[in-house]
């Protein structure tokens, strides 16, 4: 189901940067649960970055950490994308959960942990 509405994908370079916004239809609470994940043709959805823990803890895949950035402000999750490689390059989609019980970072970048989606938007970096 298309729940939530992501934009600023695009094709960049390597090196290069973009940063992903997600609009949700109301206010993200500190109860919210919410996340990035993305997927490479042919693999499986992979969790990006999720704040969890009333808005108190944030979980990177190691494959971003020191990369990405995930930020929330009222309605807004936000991705931050810095210095990008050609393995970057896949569907990102945002997601979010209410009443959120997620207390791990392995949790939280499980895609069936959420309940609410976006419908994605395409990422590509060259080389």
């Known amino acids: 189901q298309v729940q939530l509405k992501e934009s600023g994908g695009g094709s960049v370079q390597a090196g290069g940067s973009l940063r992903l916004s997600c609009a949700t239809p109301?206010?993200?609470?500190?109860?919210?649960?919410m996340a990035w994940f993305r997927q490479a043709p042919g693999s499986e959805r992979e969790g990006v970055a999720a704040?969890?823990?009333?808005?108190?803890r944030i979980a990177y895949a190691d494959s971003v950490k020191d990369r990405f950035t995930i930020s929330q402000d009222k309605n807004i999750l936000s991705l931050q994308m810095n210095s990008l490689q050609p393995a970057d390059t896949g569907m990102y989609y945002c997601?979010?959960?209410?009443?959120?019980?997620?207390?791990?970072?392995?949790?939280?970048?499980?895609?069936?942990?959420?309940?609410?989606w976006g419908q994605g938007v395409q990422v590509t970096v060259s080389s």
């Open positions: 109301r206010n993200i609470y500190d109860s919210d649960c």
């Open positions: 997601a979010t959960i209410r009443g959120c019980a997620i207390r791990t970072a392995a949790r939280a970048l499980s895609s069936d942990a959420y309940t609410y």
């Open positions: 704040i969890h823990t009333l808005g108190r």
